[in-house]
């Protein structure tokens, strides 16, 4: 049982960095961009966040510069890709060589060294004592507890119970008539990108302040493209969004423990298990399951520029 429990416990810890990038990336593909700069996003806030701790000694602060980084990221990214309508896929690309590169440059003085403040677990009186249960899932710091449960249901009501979620998904879908409706298309598309890329790059605030408390070039380690990945398999849903990311997370955990227990598997195919659940999670649903492939649809509106004069 304390295998099983401590399996949970790193699934929640590592697909922690998945399911926040997800949670981003859904924001940005619902009002219709698609930001395939996750990774370099991912990057820039991880070595973000270590350069500030390092500096202020404060993770707060470190995690709120990596979101920050992000957003103004984000807000050139979506100048791009908004208001000039460059192609969306070619500007992703080069936000993600760019940002991976800057990360690797600016953050060679910090790189190897450990992060003097982390995020530490919370202790939750009598919940936190439970056997398994309290190991599994009430021994994680307070990131989790926001990214797994407080962000993704504000955002599914937000999304799907509001006016305003309406006009955000409308925009996605069909920005002609949200624009006919009175929706400023450019304004939405705008600030919903660049708060997504937000959200990416606290994903990397994440990743070096609470799950690997260190920088290094690459510490990513691709994960920028299975959360671009999980939000399709997703349907562009945040609850589903966090529950494939904590899919991931297990399935990450379950390489570590692996590793670590000396299963007669090689390392390599052990560190490989999320990209080969990424590529069959993509596959499988589409090949054998009707429905599956009608949840996955994107909005109609995704990667296609809009011009009000052509409407």
């Known amino acids: 049982m304390d295998i099983i429990a401590g399996l949970i416990q ?23 961009v ?15 966040a270590v350069a500030t701790v390092v500096s202020t000694g404060s ?34 690309l080069a936000l993600t060589y760019i940002g991976t590169g800057m990360a690797a440059t600016i953050g060679k003085p910090f790189s190897g060294s450990p992060v003097p403040v982390t995020f530490e677990d919370l202790h939750i009186p009598f919940l936190s ?7 599994a899932f009430f021994s994680h710091n307070i990131l989790v507890y926001v990214i797994f449960l407080a962000l993704p249901l504000a955002l599914h009501y937000m999304m799907f119970y509001t006016r305003h979620g309406l006009n955000m998904r409308a925009v996605g879908e069909n920005p002609a008539a949200a624009d006919a409706a009175g929706i400023s298309v450019m304004k939405m ?18 990743l070096t302040l ?13 994960r920028g493209w299975i959360a671009v990945a999980l939000v399709i398999f997703a349907g562009f849903r945040p ?17 570590f423990t692996g590793q670590a227990r000396n299963w007669p598997i090689a390392s390599s195919i052990l560190s490989m298990l999320p990209y080969l659940g990424t590529m069959a999670l993509m596959i499988l649903p589409v090949i054998t399951w009707q429905r599956m492939r009608r949840l996955m649809a994107a909005p109609e509106g995704i990667t296609v520029p809009y011009y009000r004069d052509q409407r």
């Open 10 to 32: 790193t699934a929640f810890l590592a697909g922690g960095v998945l399911a926040l990038a997800a949670l981003g990336e859904v924001l940005a593909e619902r009002v219709g």
């Open 239 to 255: 609850i589903n969004a966090v529950l494939a990311g904590l899919l991931f997370g297990f399935i990450t955990a379950l390489g």
């Open 59 to 92: 993770a707060w602060l470190g995690l709120f510069v990596a979101l920050l980084v992000g957003f103004c990221s984000g807000m050139i990214f979506a100048t791009a890709t908004v208001i000039i309508r460059a192609n969306q896929i070619l500007c992703g």
């Open 129 to 135: 004592d439970l056997p398994f249960f309290g190991r």
């Open 34 to 48: 698609v930001n395939l700069g996750v990774e370099g996003l991912i990057a820039l806030g991880a070595m973000s």
């Open 210 to 222: 609470s799950f690997v408390p260190s920088w290094s070039e690459g510490v990513v380690a691709g």
């Open 189 to 206: 598309r705008f600030w919903y990108t660049s708060l997504g890329s937000a959200l990416a790059a606290g994903a990397g605030g994440y």
